[in-house]
């Protein structure tokens, strides 16, 4: 993945919160991988997240809630507890949001390709570009949203988190909320890939649930989990958004009409798939958990249906194939 060195980047579309607002450098890629206000309009919803549902937050167990049950063997205080912090509901976070930082050294596409922050920033960029021209064709508006990096814990609009949640979109705040440490657990405990293109499909998979909050997809889902689950379906759909912003990605410009990114090649695609069969709930839980695989208890889908379900956006480069609702066979 590289990015169009002339490109402008809009650091506005990230809240940084890690306190220093530290930065990271890399040589053209990401050194660790995995892990303004809604409404602002561009001119020119985990991997998991909680999803309103009926009226308020529906119980959907974020992926970082899966691994931290899993991993540990701990169904009760540990992720249980979490969970019940994260529906309880809760202030925005409070902490001071600092991008001067960003703002200095992530101007242009050229610092994307050697800053890792820069490269999040312009991967943000470019899916907000995405959505808000397609929504715009369908005639629907979408809404910009922010991207808010926390180390530790955070304080959200559904309740407190912290970092073993992994990255999650909060429907009460429409925002998508990111400790970027969690990239060093995707690629040390699960063994997934570092490059750059994978954390991209990690935050292209949280503004595709920030685009079915808008649409109101996320209504459909109740707390049910298995392997025909609302649950698992929205978080099919959330992949095979981010599979067709990946067709797109090339082609996306950003508010000052430059194309953010200048390459997507097959080994991206590749990795993305890697990654996707990693966080797969058969994987987590016969790879990390007891070894015994559970699809009762599944609430994002299998490896394979993550894969299919990516290269289903992809392939089609259409929001429109991405109908997991009405899917017979999810794969």
Do not use: P
């Given at each position: 993945?590289?990015?169009?060195?002339?490109?402008?980047?809009d650091t506005s579309q990230?809240?940084?919160?890690?306190?220093?607002?530290?930065?990271?450098?890399?040589s053209g890629g990401l050194g660790s991988m995995f892990g303004g206000s809604s409404g602002n309009q561009r001119s020119g919803g985990g991997l998991g997240g909680l999803a309103k549902g009926g009226g308020g937050i529906g119980v959907l167990v974020v992926i970082g809630v899966v691994i931290y049950t899993l991993v540990t063997g701990n169904s009760g205080g540990g992720a249980g507890g979490l969970l019940n912090q994260l529906l309880a509901g809760g202030n925005s976070s409070n902490a001071q949001a600092d991008t001067k930082t960003l703002q200095k050294e992530c101007t242009t596409g050229a610092d994307a390709n050697t800053n890792s922050d820069c490269a999040?920033?312009?991967?943000?960029?470019?899916?907000?570009?995405?959505?808000?021209?397609?929504?715009?064709?369908?005639?629907?508006?979408?809404?910009?949203?922010?991207?808010?990096?926390?180390?530790?814990q955070v304080s959200t609009g559904c309740g407190n988190a912290s970092s073993s949640t992994g990255p999650f979109y909060c429907p009460a705040d429409q925002l998508v909320y990111v400790d970027l440490s969690f990239f060093t657990t995707l690629k040390t405990d699960f063994k997934a890939n570092d490059l750059i293109f994978t954390q991209a499909y990690v935050l292209a998979h949280e503004y595709g649930h920030h685009v079915q909050n808008l649409l109101g997809t996320s209504n459909k889902v109740g707390s049910a989990a298995g392997p025909e689950s609302g649950s698992v379906r929205l978080?099919?759909?959330?992949?095979?958004?981010?599979?067709?912003?990946?067709?797109?990605?090339?082609t996306v410009p950003g508010a000052d009409g430059q194309i953010l990114i200048a390459d997507v090649n097959q080994t991206d695609i590749n990795g993305a798939l890697d990654a996707a069969a990693k966080i797969g709930d058969d994987y987590i839980q016969s790879t990390l958990g007891s070894g015994t695989v559970d699809e009762s208890s599944f609430t994002h889908g299998?490896?394979?249906?993550?894969?299919?379900?990516?290269?289903?956006?992809?392939?089609?480069?259409?929001p429109a194939t991405c109908d997991t609702f009405g899917a017979s066979n999810l794969g």
């Open positions: 993945m590289r990015f169009n060195d002339k490109a402008r980047l990230v809240r940084d919160q890690r306190g220093g607002g530290g930065s990271g450098t890399g999040l920033v312009a991967i943000i960029n470019s899916v907000q570009g995405y959505w808000t021209d397609q929504l715009a064709a369908s005639g629907t508006t979408y809404q910009e949203t922010d991207s808010v990096w926390f180390t530790g978080e099919l759909q959330a992949d095979c958004y981010a599979g067709a912003w990946a067709n797109h990605a090339t299998s490896s394979k249906q993550r894969e299919k379900w990516f290269m289903t956006g992809y392939t089609t480069g259409s």
